[in-house]
């Protein structure tokens, strides 16, 4: 399995079309011509788990057979898909009110309580849903979840039905991201019709959405998953009849199958990166991600504590060249402490930290002190991160003077539960690939205590922690981006780890493909592709 | 020949126990939390980590585990990964696969093989016998990956002549360059041994006894110096076929074919228990079985071994 899981998206919506025009892509308009015709096939992980509340590497079925509530373009707009609206007063109670006349694939209508139902049946602990935290804010979720025994309810108490297409979300507490966090890649969000309520194994062999795609057949292990376009869909119709989804084991296999003009989509795997443009040239799609990298600091050792040594290292990374040589100049240097794409980013917070400059870095390691010993980095073997963290222990031994080395784990198991442990005694491998892009997720994962990326960045203070909840408080979301921008202006004063590169997630595609829009996630529209003429 | 079988089959059940308990402290001596890195970097919420472990019996100490594993195994149940799939149902869809190309595979290594040996023993130190010799060098010494990958990018992809990946286009299509490229090695070893073998046997007595009578040559080399060399040729086959079985995962990884190999990996990879063990006493048995019937095919060709 691949830790490196990022959003896959393919999807709905009205706000692709919107994202189109407002890019005014070249090319968009005299291909293909005609929306509708024409099918794609797409490589993917094979998913094991097809369903919403448990996929962990199925974003991109996920989202051409399920429409989330609301959409979030690449420009950071908010639309909303299947809902109508998402309103509150006061940031805590919110009211969803859904569109009219949505059905499921099986002609069931899509109603408030099939959304209740869906959330309370991912929610409900012993049935260990791997997605369920994505609803851990709603009041109630710790009732399905105790710490001791068995649930006494299989309801939250957060969620009511007012009527057939209205019902309310009460949170723990006020937050002004939550139409966010029913945007597209928040899969346990999603909607289920009552039959898989039922038979949750029979519903993931046959996965049934209220999206643009319907799943054709049942899925079985290593074969294609095949989806046709929902005749009945009520959002925005789909511009390909059908796509079929191909499990590749190995990404590099997926890629090179795309040379050669066998499947149309792949992701390109990290060791494809610097090659990637000379292979494909115009097809090689690149998208800004919400994901974000860090160079982790163990800040429980006592020659990390100075933060001259934390921002003496920062200043010896030349991410510009690294980026340049090991990403083929794919990723951004990162400014901020939150990718750029996530909307209130203060890009440049950083400023002459995250700027390339040995000689006042080396000046302000002497400054602090010096460095006794080996800066000993560690990262997860096996996933194509050997070149990254070689290079970095490289620049940190000839800039800084401190000897440096960079060594892999076994595997990933090995290094989350070193990482989780604290059994580390150097800088490591740190990096969240937000699911909705708010600032809020990347502060979270990184700067919460049990936020979701355990011991990623150790560094959780009380007052970091008061800044966020306060900027979650904020129901007004340019107010919100201010807030989150202010707990980075904080995060700086202590610099507790280097940020390394914001993301980009990149694809090739074959010569079939025109045009490949994509949305905040960072992943394809696949619903939106639009292919060349006579493919 | 009943009892040496007998004596077989319970040395079978004592191999069998002795690698699954040690395969199954292997894995569970690896160091990690396969259940905390699931979810890879987007870590499973602490709930729903605690109670798969429990689902999974990971909090059990590793006999207690393996003594519920075999109680399975006893009626019959594979046991299940961590995404609760049966063991058995994954290795049922995956079995035909490696199957399929461990036997084309392997046929080409006996056609191919046996022939290029036998065309390079009846002449020896000619120039055919030294262009078999310098092959079979270059073979051997060029790593499966390396060949997987060119074979793939030349013949698939630049000449388009072959599928570049996956199951789709069937039998042979999709199996034969895969098949041929992890064929190389044995191929090479099988027309090395079949030559040493065939120049040995030719230069043995009942050969020129054979000669001397007038037997003609067609039956001299077909019929007699065939068998007769057949021996060393079909241990090395046998013992291949279970390594072609087993050991086939980065070509089954490259050519993107959903086969044992590739659950193998994965399963370690996942340090799933269950199903590194069910796959790995499957190839077990596999080699043990091959290798019994290697042993009794040689005492049918070979009257001495019979009668010894």
Redesign the interface.
């Known amino acids: 399995m691949n830790p490196r899981l990022r959003p896959l998206p393919v999807a709905t919506a009205l706000a692709l079309t919107l994202a189109l025009s407002a890019c005014g892509s070249a090319g968009a308009d005299d291909a293909a011509g005609d929306a509708g015709g024409g099918s794609i096939s797409v490589a993917v992980t094979d998913p094991i788990q097809t369903i919403p509340g448990r996929q962990t590497v199925a974003y991109d079925l996920n989202m051409a057979v399920w429409s989330p509530l609301t959409w979030i373009d690449a420009d950071g707009e908010l639309t909303y898909v299947a809902a109508e609206s998402i309103e509150s007063d006061d940031a805590t109670t919110w009211t969803v009110t859904l569109r009219d006349g949505w059905t499921f694939h099986d002609g069931t209508p899509v109603t408030a309580q099939s959304y209740v139902d869906s959330w309370n049946a991912v929610a409900y602990g012993p049935d260990a849903f791997e997605n369920s935290g994505q609803l851990a804010g709603i009041a109630g979720y710790d009732d399905l979840n105790p710490a001791e025994g068995e649930p006494k309810t299989t309801e939250m108490s957060g969620l009511a039905v007012t009527d057939d297409l209205t019902f309310t979300v009460t949170l723990d507490g006020p937050d002004g991201q939550f139409p966010m966090q029913v945007s597209q890649a928040q899969t346990a969000m999603y909607p289920m019709p009552a039959s898989a309520l039922e038979d949750m194994d029979a519903y993931n062999a046959h996965p049934v959405g209220n999206g643009p795609f319907a799943v054709v057949g049942d899925y079985v292990e290593n074969e294609p998953i095949e989806t046709e376009a929902y005749a009945d869909y009520q959002g925005t119709a789909p511009t390909v009849d059908a796509i079929s989804f191909v499990p590749y084991a190995d990404a590099t296999t997926a890629y090179t199958d795309v040379q050669a003009g066998n499947i149309d989509v792949a992701s390109v795997p990290a060791a494809r990166l610097p090659q990637a443009s000379g292979d494909f040239g115009e097809r090689l799609h690149t998208f800004e991600a919400p994901g974000i990298s860090f160079l982790g600091l163990p800040l429980w050792d006592e020659r990390y504590e100075d933060v001259r040594v934390r921002q003496a290292i920062s200043m010896a990374i030349d991410r510009e060249t690294i980026s340049d040589v090991v990403y083929g100049g794919l990723y951004t240097p990162a400014t901020a402490f939150t990718p750029a794409v996530e909307a209130g980013t203060p890009e440049g917070i950083c400023g002459e930290f995250c700027a390339y400059d040995p000689e006042a870095a080396k000046a302000l390691l002497d400054e602090a002190g010096g460095f006794d010993g080996t800066i000993d980095i560690y990262f997860p073997g096996g996933i194509g991160l050997d070149e990254l963290y070689k290079a970095i222990a490289n620049q940190l031994r000839q800039n800084l003077g401190v000897e440096a080395v960079a060594t892999p784990s076994a595997d990933w198991a090995e290094f989350s539960e070193n990482r989780t442990n604290g059994d580390i005694d150097g800088p490591f491998f740190s990096r969240w690939g937000a699911l909705y892009p708010s600032q809020q997720n990347t502060l979270r994962s990184f700067f919460v205590e049990n936020g979701g990326c355990p011991n990623c960045i150790p560094y959780y203070e009380d007052d970091v922690a008061e800044l966020i909840a306060a900027a979650d408080a904020e129901a007004d979301p340019d107010a919100a981006g201010e807030a989150y921008a202010a707990v980075q202006e904080r995060i700086l004063e202590d610099f507790p780890a280097p940020p390394l590169f914001f993301e980009t997630y990149s694809y090739v595609t074959s010569e079939r493909v025109a045009e490949l829009p994509t949305s905040a996630v960072g992943n394809p529209t696949f619903s939106a592709v639009v292919l060349a003429e006579g493919a | 020949m009943t009892r040496r079988v007998t004596r077989r089959l319970v040395d079978l059940l004592v191999v069998f126990l002795g690698v699954t308990l040690i395969i199954y402290l292997m894995v569970f001596a690896?160091?990690?939390?396969?259940i905390?890195?699931?979810?890879?970097?987007?870590?499973?919420?602490?709930?729903?980590v605690a109670?798969?472990r429990e689902?999974y019996h990971l909090d059990e100490p590793v006999l207690q585990q393996y003594l519920r594993y075999l109680g399975g195994l006893l009626q019959g149940d594979l046991g299940t990964t961590f995404?609760g799939?049966s063991v058995a149902d994954?290795m049922a869809?995956?079995w035909p696969v490696t199957i399929t190309l461990a036997l084309t595979a392997w046929g080409i290594e006996v056609l191919l093989g046996v022939l290029l040996g036998l065309v390079a023993g009846l002449r020896a130190g000619a120039v055919s016998d030294r262009l078999v010799l310098a092959g079979t060098v270059v073979a051997t010494s060029i790593p499966v990956f390396v060949l997987a990958v060119s074979a793939?990018?030349w013949l698939?992809?630049e000449l388009?002549w072959f599928?570049?990946?996956?199951t789709?286009a069937g039998w042979p299509t999709a199996y034969l360059l895969p098949a041929a490229v992890i064929a190389v090695f044995g191929l090479a070893s099988v027309a090395r041994l079949m030559r040493g073998s065939v120049v040995d046997t030719l230069r043995t007595d009942f050969v020129r006894t054979l000669r001397a009578k007038g037997l003609r040559e067609r039956q001299v080399v077909g019929v007699h110096v065939m068998r007769s060399s057949a021996i060393p040729v079909l241990t090395y086959l046998a013992i291949d076929l279970g390594y072609l079985l087993g050991g086939t995962v980065v070509v089954?990884?490259?050519?993107?074919l959903?086969g044992v190999g590739?659950l193998l990996f994965?399963a370690i990879?996942?340090?799933e228990g269950p199903t590194i063990v069910g796959v790995s006493t499957a190839l077990i048995l596999v080699f043990l079985l091959t290798n019994l019937l290697v042993d009794l095919l040689a005492s049918v060709l070979d009257p001495r071994i019979r009668h010894e």
């Open positions: 690896l160091p990690g939390d396969p905390a890195a699931l979810g890879g970097d987007r870590p499973l919420a602490p709930n729903v109670e798969l689902r995404q799939q994954r869809l995956r793939q990018l698939g992809v388009a599928p570049v990946a996956g789709g089954e990884g490259v050519f993107n959903p590739q994965q990879r996942a340090h």
